[in-house]
């Protein structure tokens, strides 16, 4: 069965440090990838995808992430975190009709 | 810019009772979906339909739920007999095409009392 898989059920950084949550999904054929975020409250909303081309894709509020085919891995990334960062983080794959998502990583950013 | 709409937005029914979720997919996309959250878990996908028929779903999506798409305008989730379990946040998404980007909605609270 498809399933995706993410490395940090819960990451604690201080304003301004790097973030990398890692994303793995199980080998399905072709792929769509995405990142969803949901602030405390709130609905799922799209930071970024993958569909095909250049496998580093920018995203909004400063997200960029990385797709590595070989090892089935699509990691977020953001080079400086803000306090209004703080939400859950969502990978998700696209397996034809099916998006399969990610347990979540947990991101609580400290002032 | 469009957006998927639900109602209601909280919802708290007794257990055995039928509930109906209502969604409004984005006008002119083709393909919609129900997935549940529940609360402190990971989004699950439930059922996918396109085409005026369920094209996958999952186990969760069993002989208790059943979705429609009555007018051409509204998608709706139907729980015919409640359990506590069935207790989340119960997200509609829509999409123009398959190889497009799924859009969500705010989202339903269910509360199964």
Not at chain 1, 56 to 78: M, Q, T, Y
Not at chain 2, 27 to 48: A, D
Not at chain 2, 72 to 98: H, P, V, W
């Amino acid at each position: 069965a498809q399933s995706v898989s993410q490395h940090n059920h819960h990451v604690i950084l201080s304003e301004a440090a790097s973030l990398e949550l890692g994303c793995n999904y199980s080998y399905g054929g072709t792929v769509n990838l995405f990142w969803y975020v949901q602030y405390p409250g709130q609905h799922l909303q799209l930071l970024l995808k993958y569909f095909s081309g250049d496998p580093l894709v920018k995203g909004i509020k400063g997200f960029e992430a990385e797709f590595i085919k070989s090892k089935f891995s699509f990691n977020l990334r953001k080079p400086s975190v803000q306090w209004s960062d703080t939400a859950e983080y969502f990978c998700a794959v696209n397996y034809g009709q099916n998006f399969v998502f990610g347990p979540g990583t947990r991101l609580s950013v400290l002032p | 810019e469009p957006e998927v709409t639900q109602t209601p937005s909280h919802q708290v029914t007794q257990m055995g009772q039928e509930v109906i979720l209502r969604c409004v997919p984005i006008s002119n996309h083709l393909y919609f979906y129900w997935y549940r959250q529940i609360l402190g878990q990971k989004v699950e996908f439930l059922v996918s339909f396109y085409n005026n028929e369920i094209s996958e779903k999952s186990e969760i999506f069993d002989d208790q739920f059943s979705v429609e798409r009555p007018d051409g305008s509204n998608f709706t989730l139907k729980i015919r007999s409640t359990k506590l379990e069935d207790s989340a946040m119960y997200f509609c998404a829509s999409r123009l095409q398959r190889k497009e980007t799924q859009y969500f909605g705010p989202g339903t609270r269910l509360l199964v009392l």
